[in-house]
Antibody, heavy 119, light 111 residues
Framework: EVQLVESGGGLVQSGGSLRLSCTASGFTFGDSEMNWVRQAPGKGLEWVSYISSSGTTIFYADSVKGRFTISRDNAKNSLWLQMNSLRAEDTAVYYC????????????WGQGTLVTVSS | QSVVTQPPSVSGAPGQRVTISCTGSSSNIGAVYGAHWFQQVPGTAPKLLIYDNSNRPSGVPDRFSGSKSGTSASLAITGLQAEDEADYYCQSYDVSLSSWVFGGGTKLTVL
């Protein structure tokens, strides 16, 4: 069974930093492209960042470019999102999600971790 | 303001059929990547419902179906059940923005 477990969320002040983690199991993590998708309270879904299976190709949404860094360690079945210079508008539940190479959809999702940025 | 638009809400009685539309452009739904649909029950993570316009992942009931025409896509739910009450999101890839995009979501109410 595919499992994605996010952690690291919490309350942080505006301008602060936080590092989110996503631990994967039940599939070959090293073969899967990974993404972070967020959802502000009461709002819709927003794609945040993408990393290829090898980690060599990375993309960011304009709203987080220059502030967030995505990374992965295939040996540890782990994905991270380093978030710096946090703003109130970054408050959201952050989900990690898999994407199969050659497709454009997010297949499996974690349960999410809540990040709250206080101003 | 999303480049892919959905109606904010739809409703239907148990047993009825409802459809949810998703309108995009030639840069996203109308491009090769097409449309995908997710179901999100409040308080839970999104779940893939339809991929590549009309395909159902294993375990998704055949009451759910998807279609695409030009730059728009639709999700149809037949035999509506109380458990179908959720938020539904369409998603695509926008080649002009080089970004994955979601519609704003549609809240389905089962009357």
């Amino acid at each position: 069974e595919v499992q994605l477990v996010e952690s690291g969320g919490g309350l942080v002040q505006s301008g602060g930093s936080l590092r989110l983690s996503c631990t994967a199991s039940g599939f070959t993590f090293g073969d899967s492209e990974m993404n972070w998708v967020r959802q502000a309270p009461g709002k819709g879904l927003e794609w945040v960042s993408y990393i290829s299976s090898s980690g060599t190709t990375i993309f960011y949404a304009d709203s987080v470019k220059g502030r967030f860094t995505i990374s992965r360690d295939n040996a540890k079945n782990s994905l991270w999102l380093q978030m710096n210079s946090l703003r109130a508008e970054d408050t959201a539940v952050y989900y990690c999600a898999t994407k199969t190479t050659g497709t454009s959809y997010f297949h499996y999702w974690g349960q999410g971790t809540l990040v709250t940025v206080s101003s | 303001q999303s480049v892919v638009t959905q109606p904010p809400s739809v409703s239907g009685a148990p047993g009825q059929r409802v459809t949810i539309s998703c309108t995009g452009s030639s840069s996203n739904i109308g491009a090769v990547y097409g449309a995908h649909w997710f179901q999100q029950v409040p308080g839970t993570a999104p779940k893939l419902l339809i991929y590549d316009n009309s395909n159902r992942p294993s375990g998704v009931p055949d009451r759910f179906s998807g279609s695409k025409s030009g730059t728009s896509a639709s999700l149809a739910i037949t035999g509506l059940q109380a458990e179908d009450e959720a938020d539904y999101y369409c998603q695509s890839y926008d080649v002009s923005l080089s970004s994955w995009v979601f519609g704003g979501g549609t809240k389905l109410t089962v009357l």
